[in-house]
């Protein structure tokens, strides 16, 4: 689901445990629809699935229950699309809500390193249209970071995105998307360009 509403900037710190169930609590949802990208360091991950994470899920790693909840996920996703979308626009529509608005996450501990100030998307204005449809997209199995609606408005200030990551023009079948959302997320390649408070290694 973070994936499908380019939901970013999952460190450990936003991502809590619930110790009486086992469950998985995400808190902090600043960086929609892949703010991401826009960071000074993008995130060219689909979601956190590191090593430590695959480690807790058992001898079957994200190959057993998780590989197959994600399907099961993705087909309802798909399934009500319509419905999602129309629950998302209000909310890109909304004028009261910065969108816009840099994050965090590296916003002056990575630009000050580097000696430079932090060149986020602040002075980009989201257009609801683009990020309507990569999320269209996505829904209809199409894996597009590198034409994402967030990259192509940062496109100006930085390099493109590594050349490990490439998109699929083609519409995947639910398995194929959970395959290929899966390996990108794993990549090593991927993982080592991640900002150093990400914690790729955790």
């Known amino acids: 689901v973070g ?18 169930c086992g469950e998985c609590i995400h808190v902090d949802f600043d960086c ?13 991950v689909p979601f956190r699935l590191t090593s430590h994470m695959i480690d807790g899920m058992g001898v079957a790693g994200q190959e ?23 629950v998302l626009e209000p909310f890109l529509q909304d004028p009261t809500v ?17 000696g430079r100030p932090p060149t986020g998307s602040s002075s980009q204005e989201m257009d609801p249209e683009r990020v309507l449809r990569t999320i269209s997209e996505r829904l209809r199995g199409i894996y ?18 590594p050349t490990g990551i490439s998109d699929s023009t083609f519409a995947l079948s639910v398995q194929g998307q959970a395959h290929r959302l899966i390996q990108e997320a794993t990549s090593d390649e991927n993982l080592a360009q991640m900002y150093v408070g990400w914690m790729p290694w955790y």
């Open 144 to 161: 597009n970071l590198r034409s994402s609606h967030a990259w192509a408005a940062a496109r100006s200030r930085r390099p493109p995105p």
């Open 64 to 86: 057993g229950i998780f590989r197959r909840v994600m399907e099961i996920v993705l087909e309802v996703l798909r399934e009500n699309r319509e419905t999602l979308l129309s």
């Open 32 to 44: 929609l629809f892949d703010k991401g990208l826009t960071l000074l360091r993008p995130e060219v």
């Open 3 to 20: 994936h499908i509403v380019g939901l970013g900037d999952r460190h450990c710190e936003n991502i809590l445990l619930d110790v009486t």
């Open 98 to 114: 910065g969108w816009h608005r840099q994050g965090r996450a590296q916003r002056s501990s990575d630009a000050a390193g580097h």
